[in-house]
């Protein structure tokens, strides 16, 4: 009695998600699908009885939508009018953004926090890594300076630029010719950036907004349809704006679609304004939450047994160390810091402390505010430490874990918070390890004693980050399995420089970048210490820090941008590209991050506008490729410019041309 059976494509016995209750007295059930008495087609109700009264019936079970391997919280308010949605978080995604928008696409951007920009802002990394790489050569007399070629403005997006002209470098830093206070890229950059009358009239960022859930469309498993959030509202009584914690105290709260004293929530379900016709979606987020809770085909760590496997069958516990930096500031007398920090053993930290001149060293490398610009320490001084890797354990739980998260929906970026929370440990005793150690360290305060978030360089009451600082993410698995390997970045000693001077240029090519192979090593503790990787990455050998530096300027294909299951509406970009292991610690600093995402968005909008598929995308010879390279190229280069010796011959094409020298 009172039942209201709801058509839908369910399962049976399915639990309806959390506030679809049946109410009879104080009792309150959960309501489950199972068969109605009108026939074979699978309804929502009630199956507690006779007289029970029905509260709530919502049509969607959650988790339901087929193709859907996540979990969908019922309830949300459908968003229709994005046809450009990007998964955000990080330097890319705000590239796609900016490229979406300046293509003309009405284009929304969902951000984690309240700072877009990742490892520019949120993410804590405000220092440009370059490729400083020396030159290359191979015994010809041809040499190929990755350096100026990474320096040389004509290489990157005009965007890109445009960000770092608008902020000059605010610090005096031996890691970077740009480093910055991430609030001023945020205020005088990105803010500049994002109100340009082009990308102001077509992009809406929706601020402190996760991923919980995500689901093809009914009719194809291979198309997007829905993608779910929960955005959060700082309460009035919430301290700092809801930073006076850690993220690991904190992310739990964000990822629940129930308001608490902190935050307010509402659940947003950004779908198409018909079922045939849904947004394209781009997977720009620092964690691959999306690949994850779509459990589309990706890797995380070195799931592979050799640079470019697919099997899955690596060790997906084995990836970067990361890093939760903070910040400091010095002043010219001692400060009075009441802050207890943990107490670390020496042996974390003493080898980038153990003399007055490396701790000079570790203030001037990554220093964000230089109050004199000079290269001596002064009074109002802001300093980045991010030297305290957390190499002991992998951020991120198994993909079985995290798979058994998304179908639950217990979706907390499939992090593995006991891990983040000794980071963030780690990082303030190192604080508080410098402090007694360092000549200058009683000298220095972490935060502002008044809990004055504005005075906080990086937006916190905690002096921590808003977001851990990350070097791998889950990474998708290209169409036709392709993952671009090491082979194709460094440099082929078969082939002589004069005649390919980079990677292998790929006729899909979409961007240009170049780094080296960065691995931050982590080790494996239950084995005391030795490395966790297979013989293939380092050789059999423990390496702290593996540093390739045979890499020249690489290219990156479409095929990358793409996934292997989702190949209608999904495109990838920054971390969670396709690339092995290896490639993905060379595509993970600002400029690649920032070019991938350009040509992400770019190619979003080509596809938003018309009818072709992602698929279409990669098809050799197609308009879409044509269309989406073209659109590619406004926002980067395709094509970069080296500074070519006597020996070469001054040609473009191939993935280069050539410069005068000058930068």
């Given at each position: 009695?009172?039942?209201?059976r709801v058509?839908?494509?369910?399962?049976?016995?399915?639990?309806?998600?959390?506030?679809?209750?049946?109410r009879?007295?104080?009792?309150?059930?959960?309501?489950?699908?199972?068969?109605?008495?009108?026939?074979?087609?699978?309804c929502c109700h009630?199956?507690?009885?006779?007289?029970?009264?029905?509260?709530t019936?919502?049509?969607?079970?959650?988790?339901?939508?087929?193709?859907?391997?996540g979990?969908?919280?019922?309830?949300?308010?459908?968003?229709t009018?994005?046809?450009?949605?990007?998964?955000?978080?990080?330097?890319?995604?705000?590239?796609?953004?900016?490229?979406?928008?300046?293509?003309g696409?009405?284009?929304?951007?969902?951000?984690?926090?309240?700072?877009?920009?990742?490892?520019?802002t949120?993410?804590?990394?405000?220092?440009?890594?370059?490729?400083?790489?020396?030159?290359?050569?191979?015994?010809s007399?041809?040499?190929v300076?990755?350096?100026a070629?990474?320096h040389?403005?004509g290489?990157?997006?005009?965007?890109?630029?445009?960000?770092?002209?608008?902020?000059?470098?605010?610090?005096?830093?031996?890691?970077?010719t740009n480093?910055?206070?991430?609030?001023?890229?945020?205020?005088?950059?990105?803010a500049?950036?994002?109100?340009?009358?082009?990308?102001?009239?077509?992009?809406?960022v929706?601020?402190?907004?996760?991923?919980?859930?995500?689901?093809?469309?009914?009719?194809?498993?291979?198309?997007?349809?829905?993608?779910?959030?929960?955005?959060?509202?700082?309460?009035?009584?919430?301290?700092?704006?809801?930073?006076?914690?850690?993220?690991?105290?904190?992310?739990?709260?964000?990822?629940?679609?129930?308001?608490?004293?902190?935050?307010?929530?509402r659940?947003?379900?950004?779908?198409?304004?018909s079922?045939?016709?849904?947004?394209?979606f781009?997977?720009?987020?620092?964690?691959?939450?999306?690949?994850?809770?779509?459990?589309?085909?990706?890797?995380?760590?070195?799931?592979?047994?050799?640079?470019?496997?697919v099997?899955?069958?690596?060790?997906?516990?084995?990836?970067?160390?990361?890093?939760?930096?903070l910040?400091?500031?010095?002043?010219?007398?001692?400060?009075?810091?009441?802050?207890?920090?943990?107490?670390?053993?020496?042996?974390?930290?003493?080898?980038?402390?153990?003399?007055?001149?490396s701790?000079?060293?570790?203030?001037?490398?990554?220093?964000?505010?230089?109050?004199?610009?000079?290269?001596?320490?002064?009074?109002g001084?802001?300093?980045?430490?991010v030297?305290?890797?957390w190499?002991?354990?992998y951020?991120?739980?198994?993909?079985?874990?995290?798979?058994?998260?998304?179908?639950?929906g217990?979706?907390?970026?499939?992090?593995?918070l006991?891990?983040?929370?000794?980071?963030?440990?780690?990082?303030?005793g190192?604080?508080?390890?410098?402090?007694?150690?360092?000549?200058?360290?009683?000298?220095?305060?972490?935060?502002?004693?008044?809990?004055?978030?504005?005075?906080?360089?990086?937006?916190?009451?905690?002096?921590?980050?808003?977001?851990?600082?990350?070097?791998?993410?889950?990474?998708?698995?290209?169409?036709?399995?392709?993952?671009?390997?090491?082979?194709?970045?460094?440099?082929?000693?078969?082939?002589?420089?004069?005649?390919?001077?980079?990677?292998?240029p790929?006729?899909?090519?979409?961007?240009?970048?170049?780094?080296?192979?960065?691995?931050?090593?982590?080790?494996?503790?239950?084995?005391g210490?030795?490395?966790?990787?297979?013989?293939?990455?380092?050789?059999?050998?423990?390496?702290?820090?593996?540093?390739?530096?045979?890499?020249?300027?690489?290219?990156?294909?479409?095929?990358?941008?793409?996934?292997?299951q989702?190949?209608?509406n999904?495109?990838?970009a920054?971390?969670?590209?396709?690339?092995?292991?290896?490639?993905?610690?060379?595509?993970?600093?600002?400029?690649?991050?920032?070019?991938?995402?350009?040509a992400?968005?770019?190619?979003?909008?080509?596809?938003?506008?018309?009818?072709?598929?992602v698929?279409?995308?990669?098809?050799?010879?197609?308009?879409?490729?044509?269309?989406?390279?073209?659109?590619a190229t406004?926002?980067?280069?395709?094509?970069?410019i080296l500074?070519?010796?006597?020996?070469?011959?001054?040609?473009?094409?191939?993935?280069?041309?050539?410069?005068?020298?000058?930068?």
């Amino acid at each position: 009695a009172g039942v209201r059976r709801v058509k839908g494509t369910h399962r049976l016995d399915d639990e309806c998600g959390e506030g679809v209750t049946c109410r009879s007295g104080n009792a309150t059930r959960k309501m489950r699908c199972s068969r109605g008495r009108s026939g074979p087609t699978p309804c929502c109700h009630c199956t507690v009885g006779r007289g029970v009264r029905v509260v709530t019936v919502l049509a969607l079970c959650a988790g339901l939508l087929r193709g859907s391997n996540g979990f969908i919280h019922p309830g949300g308010t459908p968003v229709t009018n994005c046809s450009v949605v990007i998964a955000g978080g990080s330097t890319s995604a705000l590239a796609a953004a900016v490229a979406s928008a300046l293509e003309g696409v009405s284009t929304c951007l969902l951000e984690p926090t309240d700072w877009v920009g990742g490892q520019l802002t949120s993410a804590g990394d405000p220092a440009i890594d370059f490729n400083q790489a020396p030159p290359i050569t191979d015994g010809s007399g041809v040499v190929v300076d990755v350096n100026a070629a990474s320096h040389y403005p004509g290489n990157h997006g005009p965007a890109f630029f445009e960000l770092l002209r608008s902020i000059n470098t605010t610090g005096r830093c031996s890691v970077s010719t740009n480093c910055f206070l991430p609030k001023t890229m945020l205020s005088a950059g990105i803010a500049t950036l994002l109100a340009r009358p082009g990308i102001a009239k077509n992009l809406r960022v929706y601020y402190r907004t996760v991923l919980v859930g995500a689901a093809a469309t009914v009719d194809d498993p291979t198309t997007v349809g829905t993608v779910q959030v929960v955005q959060r509202i700082p309460t009035a009584s919430a301290r700092c704006d809801g930073w006076d914690s850690p993220l690991s105290a904190s992310v739990t709260d964000w990822y629940s679609p129930h308001p608490s004293a902190r935050f307010d929530k509402r659940v947003l379900d950004f779908t198409g304004a018909s079922p045939t016709r849904p947004p394209v979606f781009v997977e720009a987020t620092e964690w691959g939450d999306l690949l994850a809770l779509l459990d589309a085909p990706y890797l995380q760590g070195v799931s592979e047994r050799y640079d470019g496997d697919v099997s899955r069958q690596g060790n997906d516990q084995c990836g970067q160390a990361f890093s939760v930096t903070l910040t400091a500031t010095l002043h010219a007398t001692d400060q009075n810091e009441t802050d207890v920090f943990p107490t670390m053993p020496e042996s974390e930290y003493e080898a980038n402390c153990n003399s007055p001149a490396s701790c000079d060293f570790i203030w001037s490398r990554r220093r964000l505010y230089s109050a004199n610009q000079t290269a001596v320490a002064a009074p109002g001084d802001v300093t980045l430490f991010v030297v305290q890797d957390w190499r002991w354990s992998y951020m991120f739980k198994s993909m079985a874990d995290a798979r058994a998260d998304a179908k639950a929906g217990a979706w907390v970026g499939g992090l593995n918070l006991s891990v983040v929370q000794v980071a963030e440990a780690e990082a303030l005793g190192w604080y508080g390890w410098l402090k007694s150690h360092a000549s200058y360290g009683r000298k220095l305060t972490l935060r502002d004693t008044a809990d004055r978030q504005s005075n906080s360089p990086f937006g916190t009451c905690t002096g921590l980050t808003k977001m851990p600082y990350i070097r791998d993410s889950r990474r998708t698995i290209g169409i036709g399995n392709f993952l671009l390997n090491a082979s194709t970045i460094r440099h082929n000693h078969n082939i002589s420089l004069a005649v390919q001077p980079v990677g292998l240029p790929w006729p899909d090519r979409c961007a240009t970048i170049t780094f080296q192979i960065d691995v931050h090593e982590m080790h494996d503790y239950q084995s005391g210490g030795r490395k966790c990787y297979p013989d293939y990455i380092s050789g059999g050998k423990f390496v702290a820090y593996m540093n390739d530096r045979d890499i020249l300027p690489f290219s990156i294909p479409l095929r990358a941008l793409t996934n292997s299951q989702f190949d209608k509406n999904l495109v990838m970009a920054g971390k969670t590209i396709a690339t092995s292991f290896m490639v993905s610690s060379a595509t993970r600093l600002h400029p690649g991050e920032w070019a991938t995402g350009s040509a992400a968005g770019a190619a979003a909008a080509v596809l938003a506008t018309t009818s072709a598929s992602v698929a279409d995308m990669v098809e050799p010879g197609s308009p879409t490729m044509h269309a989406v390279l073209t659109a590619a190229t406004r926002h980067t280069p395709r094509d970069w410019i080296l500074n070519c010796t006597a020996n070469q011959p001054r040609r473009a094409g191939d993935g280069w041309a050539c410069f005068n020298g000058t930068r």
